[in-house]
């Protein structure tokens, strides 16, 4: 692009960079609103305090899919994090070190759980195989969902590769998703 005028020998913000007439003002006000976003920055995490540890919030991600007339709920989590009671009476091992999968399937049309066929592959980021068995089936009063576990060595992300029939439908439906633990 050609502009009309001078100009400037003198490279601002950064080597070999020629500035037009006009641009320095632009600048001006950009290094300005950089400055600003710093301090503001800064001041927002408690400035020069000491550091404090404090987990990292993960950034939400979908739990469900639409596979035409049902919606597949899925998660993961380490099974630490579920209470004593709750591993007690699902017979699932507490331990930062084995990670939970749960997946429900719900009729679009009534808002009904469905019984389907559940098979799940897991592999982790280098694509190592990871072993979790077919899902067990666990009936709740209305409410009917699997869940399958697996180990985990965190930091690790995990992708779960999720078949899913629902009863009725001769076809699986394949659902996808990550999950880091850490």
Request: charged letters at 25%; glycine letters at 8%.
């Given at each position: 692009m050609?502009?009309?005028?001078?100009?400037?020998?003198?490279?601002?913000?950064?080597?070999?960079?020629?500035?037009?007439?006009?641009?320095?003002?632009l600048?001006?006000i950009?290094?300005?609103?950089?400055?600003?976003?710093?301090?503001?920055?800064?001041?927002?995490?408690?400035?020069?305090?000491?550091e404090r540890?404090?987990p990292?919030?993960?950034?939400?991600?979908?739990?469900?899919?639409?596979?035409?007339?049902?919606t597949?709920?899925?998660?993961?989590?380490?099974?630490?994090?579920?209470?004593?009671?709750?591993?007690?009476?699902y017979?699932?091992?507490?331990?930062?070190?084995?990670?939970?999968?749960t997946v429900?399937i719900?009729?679009?049309a009534?808002?009904?759980?469905?019984p389907?066929?559940?098979s799940?592959?897991?592999?982790?980021?280098?694509?190592?195989?990871?072993?979790?068995?077919?899902p067990?089936?666990?009936?709740?009063?209305?409410?009917?969902y699997?869940?399958?576990?697996?180990t985990?060595?965190?930091?690790?992300?995990?992708?779960?590769?999720i078949?899913v029939?629902p009863?009725?439908?001769?076809?699986p439906?394949?659902?996808r998703?990550?999950?880091?633990?850490?």
């Amino acid at each position: 692009m050609v502009y009309s005028g001078q100009r400037s020998s003198a490279p601002a913000g950064g080597a070999g960079r020629q500035v037009f007439p006009g641009d320095r003002s632009l600048m001006t006000i950009k290094n300005s609103l950089l400055a600003l976003s710093f301090f503001a920055l800064a001041a927002a995490c408690g400035g020069g305090e000491a550091e404090r540890d404090v987990p990292v919030a993960q950034p939400a991600e979908a739990s469900h899919t639409d596979i035409g007339e049902h919606t597949v709920h899925f998660s993961a989590l380490a099974t630490d994090q579920l209470s004593p009671e709750i591993a007690r009476a699902y017979s699932i091992t507490r331990s930062p070190d084995r990670a939970m999968l749960t997946v429900s399937i719900i009729n679009n049309a009534d808002g009904s759980s469905v019984p389907a066929e559940v098979s799940v592959r897991t592999v982790n980021l280098t694509g190592q195989l990871k072993n979790l068995k077919d899902p067990r089936r666990i009936d709740e009063g209305e409410a009917i969902y699997y869940i399958g576990e697996t180990t985990i060595k965190p930091p690790e992300t995990l992708v779960f590769d999720i078949s899913v029939r629902p009863e009725g439908r001769t076809q699986p439906a394949e659902v996808r998703f990550k999950r880091e633990f850490h």
